[in-house]
């Protein structure tokens, strides 16, 4: 069950939250801060770059609730088309197990060039294997299964189902980030926004879902 790159997909459109839900203030961010800020918001759940960018507390409470409850409802839905049951306790680990796993990866973003319109940064990351591990606890799961004596198909489905899970959080929890980086070059413009009949001029991706989908790739390698 490959899921990693969803989870990252669900959490796209909040880019675009972000940038038309930005604070009134005056102050331009650069561009190497918003592209971090982004990056922690997809990545680690991490909103206080954007708190100190002048978001609202209720907006980034409201950020950090839709992150968890889409990420939850893309890993059940996976498993509800491959044919496999999860209980709430283990949706919530094997969740949690996920997030903390990318909490592991780091970034840094660097400034190409810049002009009053246009921002080009750097951004380099290393990245989890989940796909890798992800595949192991599936087959370590069915090899198990098929040394032991189970009778009917549903025996069958449920312990494999139950190992999977298992050793899928078990990996989630040991996995190692990557000791090499991928890096991409990121252009932003500077743009102006209607924020309350208020405007607002800040950095922000070209595009912020091919942004989103570049990151995801990223750092699930």
């Not at 959490?11 to 982004?38: D, F, H, N, R, W």
């Not at 000791?179 to 001029?201: C, H, I, P, R, Y």
Request: proline share 3%; net charge negative; aromatic share 4%.
């Amino acid at each position: 069950m490959k899921n990693s790159k969803k989870l990252i997909m669900v959490l796209v459109s909040m880019l675009i939250l972000v940038t038309m839900i930005a604070g009134c203030g005056q102050k331009i961010e650069p561009p190497e801060l918003v592209a971090e800020a982004y990056y922690d918001l997809i990545v680690y759940g991490d909103t206080s770059k954007l708190e100190t960018m002048g978001f609202a507390a209720d907006d980034v409470n409201t950020i950090k609730e839709q992150r968890e409850s889409q990420v939850k409802t893309t890993i059940k839905n996976t498993f509800s088309v491959s044919g496999l049951k999860i209980s709430d306790e283990q949706l919530n680990k094997v969740m949690q197990a996920q997030l903390d796993a990318m909490k592991k990866v780091t970034c840094t973003v660097e400034p190409v060039s810049s002009d009053k319109e246009t921002a080009v940064v750097t951004l380099k990351t290393n990245y989890v294997s989940i796909a890798e591990v992800d595949q192991k606890a599936a087959e370590d799961a069915i090899a198990e299964v098929q040394a032991m004596n189970l009778t009917t198909q549903q025996e069958v489905l449920d312990k494999a189902t139950e190992l999977y899970i298992n050793k899928l959080i078990e990996a989630l929890n040991n996995i190692q980030p990557s000791t090499e980086t991928v890096e991409k070059n990121v252009t932003l413009k500077l743009q102006v926004f209607d924020v309350s009949g208020k405007t607002k001029k800040m950095w922000s991706p070209e595009n912020p879902v091919t942004f989103g989908n570049d990151i995801g790739t990223m750092v699930t390698k």
